[in-house]
């Protein structure tokens, strides 16, 4: 059936009648709720998956084996997609032990020079932990992402990151450090996901590929002189 604006408009006067009139009901969020229709059970997904583990893959690889995609497990692709987002307000944050929620206990993470791969992820935590707090603050921009789910509970996905470290802390708007005070690491991950029983999505093995020279250029704010600048009242 085609939906056409006869089709909409039937909808909406079936749900309009639908509505419970009574003037203590209105605005009833139990009620509302309850009549909202579940949405419908996700397609079953595509049973393959590149083989991106243990990796690292080429770049030329993801281009050429990632299918182009198609929309059948949204809930999925969100979920992972949220997860990776945890990992870098875990790591942001210097909230190591989150790194939980987001690596299988076993994961197998190659971080690549200098850290090397890395079994486990209590190893991951002590690992990582040391290098990052030795900087004032770090930020980790996600960018260009592909999530592809394999099957019920397998999946891979790449994701770009930008991750500025800053040798100074923050000190107000007005007090911009210079670009040499910056480290720029430009690089993604390739990762395999695996469903665990409660529901979640977690990285089972990860490596971190570095796609230029990490750089010392660049960094906000870049503005020679910001004195005459007033921020705000
Ligand atoms: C909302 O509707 C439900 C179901 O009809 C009813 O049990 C509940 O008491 C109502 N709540 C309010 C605040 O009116
Ligand atoms: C880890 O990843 C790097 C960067 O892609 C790669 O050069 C290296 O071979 C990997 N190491 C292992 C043991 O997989």
Redesign the pocket.
Known sequence: MRFSITTAVALATTLVSAL?QSA??VG????LA?MIPAPPDAPTPPTTCPKLAPGPVSFKFLAENFPAPKPTDLYAIEAIRQTAALYALAIDGKAFEALRKVFVPKVRANYSDPIGVLNGVDAVIQALAPGLESFASTQHHLGTQYIHICSATTAVSVTYFQASHYFDPYTGIQNPVGPDRVLVDNAQYQDVWAKQADGTWKITNRNLVRMGPATLQGGFPTQPDMSAFVYGP
């Open positions: 419970p203590e009901s009833n969020v139990t009620t309850a």
